[in-house]
Structure formats: C-alpha cells, structure tokens
C-alpha cells in the first residue's frame, strides 16, 4: 500500500490550508477498514500526533493544539484523507504525515511541508 499526501505549502499565519492524503488500494488493504490519523514533525521537536478518524468518520479526535481549528475527514469511495487547517499559526510549520492506525504507527506516506509565515 502507498500513502501519497498533497496540499503542503507556504501560507501566511492567519491562513488556510488543505492536506490531501491519497491511498493506492492493493489487493492486501482496503483504505476503509483502517482508522487513519495526520502526525506532524518540526525541526528539533518530537513528533506530534494531530488527529485520528475512525473507519467511518463517525468518530474524530484531536490534540489540544490543534483543536477548534484543525478538521480531519475521510472519502471511503475514494481512498482519501483529508486535513482542513484553519487559523495557521507560525508554529504549524512542520512536515505533516498521514498514517495507518489508530496511533499513526503503521504504513505512511512521504509527507508534505507546510510553512507558515509572513
């Protein structure tokens, strides 16, 4: 299986984004069985788990960073994941990284960059 994400770049704080995470389906996996979660990574910092949606999209949850401003969502027919970003704060600049699993700790993509600033 392979993650792909899109939709990193360069905004101004204050700004909108929206992440992309696209699953090539094989004949092992099926995107709509997994929970699916966005993880982040800045230089000289931990890894930071953002958002987790269940296999649905009934079920969200979110890190006390991002909360009120960051929306994960999920098209099964399409294998894809999402990340609406709101209200982007210099602070937001990292790679972001889509992932398999309810921790993030299974198959993920490359990731995209995102960077805020004036």
């Known amino acids: 299986v392979q993650l792909v994400e899109s939709g990193g770049g360069l905004v101004q704080p204050g700004g909108s984004l929206i992440l992309s995470c696209a699953a090539a389906?094989?004949?092992?996996?099926?995107?709509?069985?997994?929970?699916m979660t966005w993880v982040r990574q800045a230089p000289g910092k931990d890894e930071e788990w953002l958002s987790r949606i269940n296999h649905d999209g009934t079920y969200t949850a979110y890190a006390d960073s991002v909360k009120g401003r960051f929306t994960i969502s999920r098209d099964n027919a399409n294998n894809t994941l999402y990340l609406q970003m709101n209200r982007l704060k210099s602070e937001d600049t990292a790679l972001y990284f889509c992932?398999?699993?309810?921790?993030?700790?299974?198959?993920r993509g490359q990731g995209t960059q995102v960077t805020v600033s004036a």
């Open positions: 389906e094989a004949s092992e996996f099926s995107f709509r069985s997994y929970w």
């Open positions: 992932a398999t699993g309810y921790t993030g700790d299974g198959v």
